[in-house]
C-alpha cells in the first residue's frame, strides 16, 4: 500500500489522493513507517510534496504518551526529519521512538517518568544490551529540546544517514528485532 499511495501521488491531483489515503486508513491499511520508508528512497520524486503533507496531517492527530513525546513530535516536523515507529518493542522493551533501516533508537526522558534513581538506573542497564544488538541510542530531554534543537536535529539526520549507508552496504546481518506496541 506505501508504494502504491506514492505512486499515486506521482500522477493523480491532490483530491484524489487524499481519498485513496482516506480509504487506506478507513481499511486500516495505512502504514505510516512504510510511507515514510518510501519517502527516504523517494527523493526528487514529485509525489514527495503531498505524500509528505498527508503524513505531516496523519502524525498530527497522534498525540503521544506525554508531553515530551508531543513536543518531540512537534520537533520532527519543525526539523523535516522523518517520523519513526513511536512505542515499539526492542529487544523486549519499549523505545519512545524507531527508526529500525538506520537502527536509531531515541529515548524521551523527562524528569516526571525518570526523575528517580531505579527508572534511571533501569533505563541506562538496557542500553549497553541495544548497543550490542545494533542499535545507537540517543537521549532526548526537555532541556536538550529548548536548548540543543538544531545541534540534536543534526544528531539525528546524520545517525539516520549513516544507517542508511550502512544498511546499503550490508552493515547489518541480522535486520532489527521490534514488534509495535
Not at 536548548?147 to 552493515?171: S, T, W
Request: net charge positive; aromatic share 6%; hydrophobic share 45%.
Amino acid at each position: 500500500m506505501p508504494r502504491l499511495l506514492f505512486d499515486l501521488a506521482e500522477i493523480e491531483p491532490f483530491a484524489r489522493l487524499e481519498r485513496a489515503w482516506e480509504e487506506a486508513d478507513r481499511r486500516n491499511l495505512l502504514q505510516l513507517a512504510a510511507i515514510e520508508r518510501v519517502c527516504e528512497r523517494g527523493r526528487g520524486r514529485r509525489a514527495l510534496r503531498p505524500i509528505r503533507r498527508l503524513l505531516i496531517e496523519a502524525r498530527a492527530a497522534v498525540e503521544g504518551r506525554s508531553p515530551l513525546e508531543d513536543r518531540f513530535q512537534i520537533f520532527l516536523r519543525a526539523h523535516d526529519i522523518p517520523f519513526g515507529a513511536a512505542n515499539v518493542s526492542v529487544l523486549d522493551h519499549e523505545v519512545d521512538m524507531l527508526w529500525p533501516a538506520a537502527s536509531l533508537i531515541v529515548e524521551l526522558d523527562s524528569w516526571e517518568h525518570h526523575g528517580h534513581r531505579a527508572a534511571f538506573e533501569r533505563d541506562r542497564a538496557r542500553d549497553p544490551e541495544r548497543l550490542l544488538a545494533g542499535y545507537r541510542i540517543i537521549r532526548v530531554t526537555h532541556r536538550r529540546l529548548d536548548r540543543e534543537a538544531d545541534a540534536l536535529a543534526a544528531e539525528i539526520r546524520g545517525l539516520l544517514d549513516l544507517g542508511k549507508r550502512e544498511a546499503a552496504v550490508g552493515g547489518l546481518k541480522e535486520g532489527p528485532r521490534y514488534r509495535a506496541g
